[in-house]
């Protein structure tokens, strides 16, 4: 499978900072966001169908997101 994502990804970077969990529910996908803040992630991107986690200190931290980019994340631990 080709890799996906932008250059700078959390994903890429020689020791990987990052993981995308599937959320085949709303319900579970906020219960995912809300645990992944107690526990101690500061940036938390959030899909429809998938939360991104990552603990990349070279980024902004205490940040959520939406996809596609830019958009506003349907629920925000951080706010």
Known sequence: MPER????SSHKIPTCKAAD???PTKAIRNKIVVAAKL???KRIGVGNTFV???NDAAKSQY???????GTKPAINPFV
């Open 39 to 41: 526990v101690g992630f």
């Open 21 to 23: 969990i599937h959320t």
């Open 63 to 69: 940040v959520a997101w939406g996809y596609p980019k």
């Open 52 to 54: 991104h986690l990552d």
């Open 5 to 8: 994502g932008v250059s700078n």
